[in-house]
């Protein structure tokens, strides 16, 4: 088990950038797959990066992928997620977690670990 503690969100105009970052807490967490899921208003938590132990393979939904990197820091026990591009459409409560193993994608039940979360809102 893993603490973890997001930070990065804010208020950003569409086609602009934002870097969240996830700072975890205890000794499993460079043993840890790591995972970006996010949730807006009235929809269901969607899992949009992971990452495995060392970096080596990543995942993104289709709906991310080419404008967002998921990275970690295991010296820094933090994983990041660079956001490009941004659209209306991915304005969404940002949740980190921590998991034994990786997936390409996965369910929240595929994870231990989470975050209270980071907004993100992008405007028109």
């Known amino acids: 088990q893993v603490q973890l503690v997001e930070s990065g969100g804010g208020l950003v105009q569409t086609g602009g950038s934002l870097r969240l970052s996830c700072v975890g807490s205890?000794?499993?967490?460079?043993?840890?797959?790591m995972a970006w899921f996010r949730q807006a208003p009235g929809k269901e938590r969607e899992c949009v990066a992971t990452?495995?132990?060392?970096?080596?393979?990543?995942y993104y939904a289709d709906s991310v992928k080419g404008r967002f990197t998921i990275s970690r820091d295991n010296a820094k026990n933090t994983v990041y997620l660079q956001m490009n591009s941004l659209k209306p459409e991915d304005t969404a409560v940002y949740y980190c977690?921590?998991?034994?193993?990786?997936?390409?994608?996965?369910?929240?039940?595929?994870?231990?670990?989470w975050g209270q979360g980071t907004q993100v809102t992008v405007s028109s």
């Open positions: 977690a921590a998991g034994a193993r990786w997936y390409a994608g996965g369910s929240e039940a595929d994870f231990d670990s």
């Open positions: 205890g000794r499993t967490f460079s043993r840890s797959a």
């Open positions: 990452v495995t132990v060392t970096g080596a393979i990543t």
